[in-house]
């Protein structure tokens, strides 16, 4: 089956703009959560999603936010672009919370 | 709060046994899981350790002990293949259960010939 995809896989944006990135998780998965990598701080957490409801969110400013819709998709969006936002934003999708959790090939952010 | 340690790097050679060690800190557990991520790539998942004691898959082994807070990745017969990062990970406790991870920052393996 197909794994999780993360659309799109490379983008530049200015500072202060805003940005939507997508995912699809596994058919099947309802949990889907995010993660910010960057070399200095590794994988951090964002927010976590299961049946359209955001159940945990990470320590990131407001300007970090995320939805998922009924048939498991979830967008997250960033307004007011940084510099420090610049980063590896990956997806990841488990049956359930707290178990496998696969991971799709992330959204490369760069931020200029 | 919570905690991972593990270092940051490690070189092993290839045909040998490396352990990758890992300490957390959480103030409730719920399991404990390791991933591979190849540079470039997105983390796979490898073990994930709830009780104590050791769990076998393949070339690869997963060792936790709760009350010591630690646990250990165990890669025998290394490949070159097996040159990645090592992720270790706990899940965040919320409210409502266990909702995300918290990952340790990786311990950068390299293997040599």
């Known amino acids: 089956k197909a794994g999780v995809t993360q659309t799109p896989r490379y983008l530049i944006k200015t500072r202060g703009q805003q940005v939507t990135l997508s995912c699809s998780p596994i058919?099947?998965?309802?949990?889907v959560s995010w993660y910010q990598q960057t070399p200095g701080q590794g994988l951090q957490f964002l927010f976590e999603?299961?049946?359209?409801?955001?159940?945990n969110k990470g320590n990131f400013p407001g300007r970090f936010s995320g939805r998922q819709f009924s048939n498991s998709r979830s967008e997250m969006n960033v307004s007011t672009l940084e510099l420090g936002d610049s980063a590896l934003y990956l997806c990841?999708?488990?049956?359930?919370?707290?178990?496998?959790?696969?991971f799709g090939q992330g959204t490369r952010l760069t931020v200029v | 709060g919570q905690n991972i340690d593990q270092p940051t790097e490690m070189t092993a050679t290839e045909g040998a046994i490396v352990q990758i060690n890992c300490t957390y800190q959480t103030s409730g557990f719920n399991g404990l899981f390791w991933y591979q991520q190849h540079a470039g790539e997105a983390p796979t998942f490898l073990s994930y350790?709830?009780?104590?004691g050791l769990e076998e898959k393949g070339r690869f082994s997963s060792f936790l002990s709760r009350s010591k807070g630690y646990s250990y990745l165990l890669l025998k017969e290394l490949q070159m293949k097996d040159s990645a990062s090592y992720l270790c990970a706990v899940p965040l406790l919320s409210g409502g259960g266990a909702d995300g991870l918290t990952f340790g920052k990786g311990t950068h393996l390299i293997i040599q010939p």
């Open positions: 999603y299961f049946s359209e409801t955001q159940r």
């Open positions: 058919s099947g998965h309802r949990s």
């Open positions: 350790n709830v009780l104590d």
């Open positions: 990841a999708s488990a049956q359930v919370p707290n178990t496998e959790a696969f």
